[in-house]
């Protein structure tokens, strides 16, 4: 409730602002008026996507494009925008005109970084979270280091050992990093260190409720290490709570060996 009427006073004041008092001229607004009116509008945007709607967003953010040319966050929040309806050419274009604007942006890197990885642009991926990560000034490095370890393993010849080396550099950067352990995980279970899949999942489930993917990863390594218990255990859990997942029918596969 308070936030929401946090926001309703913010649209009202920039509503009065835009408008003006009953009996006034509209005055156009200053360049930092819409400097600020833009920000605002990548907020609702950001909002909106979060709830949705997708369409009332996108205006959002065209609308801020058009009060501000030069604010990143609306050019990386419309490529988000775009990937997610599906539209990965806009999308695209969308981080290049960010970059464009800040060709140093660490956040812009590593979200475009990850962006390619999805669209299986490996080597362009790699590229762009090298570049976030030599960023100095970057406050948060391990969301690239991680990354990259992630996008490694998806590669047609997954180089396992920079791939691990990024992951546990971002795990000491912070030890709790979801993405970061659960990666942890999948590697265990490619380079068949089943030990080492089973205890970072066990501290992945210690941060995070349980999902398909790191349920199937520690089935995997207890099935390997003959520890029918937790096995049987944690299959029961998986079909439970994702019985419709690729997951689900992995597990049932397994179970028939």
């Not at 909106?48 to 030069?70: C, M, N």
């Not at 089943?194 to 790191?214: K, T, W």
């Amino acid at each position: 409730m308070r936030l929401a009427l946090k926001i309703y006073i913010l649209l009202f004041v920039f509503f009065i602002s835009a408008c003006g008092v009953p009996g006034s001229s509209k005055r156009p607004q200053s360049e930092a008026d819409q400097k600020k009116a833009a920000k605002l509008n990548v907020k609702l945007a950001s909002g909106y996507i979060q709830r949705g709607d997708l369409e009332v967003a996108k205006e959002k953010l065209l609308k801020a494009i058009e009060q501000d040319d030069a604010y990143v966050p609306a050019f990386t929040t419309m490529a988000i925008l775009m990937s997610l309806v599906g539209k990965p050419d806009e999308a695209d274009d969308y981080y290049q005109d960010a970059l464009d604007i800040d060709d140093k942006n660490p956040e812009t890197l590593n979200n475009y970084g990850a962006f390619l990885c999805g669209q299986d642009k490996i080597d362009d991926a790699l590229e762009q979270f090298s570049k976030a990560i030599r960023n100095q000034f970057y406050e948060t490095p391990e969301k690239s280091h991680a990354n990259m370890g992630y996008c490694l393993l998806k590669a047609d010849n997954p180089d396992y050992v920079t791939a691990e080396n990024h992951l546990r550099q971002a795990l000491k950067i912070n030890p709790t990093m979801h993405s970061a352990l659960l990666a942890m995980g999948e590697l265990g279970i490619k380079t068949r260190r089943y030990l080492m899949a089973r205890a970072y999942m066990q501290r992945y489930h210690a941060v995070s409720q349980p999902s398909a993917s790191s349920l199937w990863y520690q089935i995997q390594a207890e099935k390997a290490l003959g520890d029918e218990k937790h096995f049987v255990k944690l299959s029961r859990l998986l079909l439970k709570r994702f019985p419709s997942s690729p997951e689900a029918d992995k597990v049932m596969e397994l179970s028939d060996r």
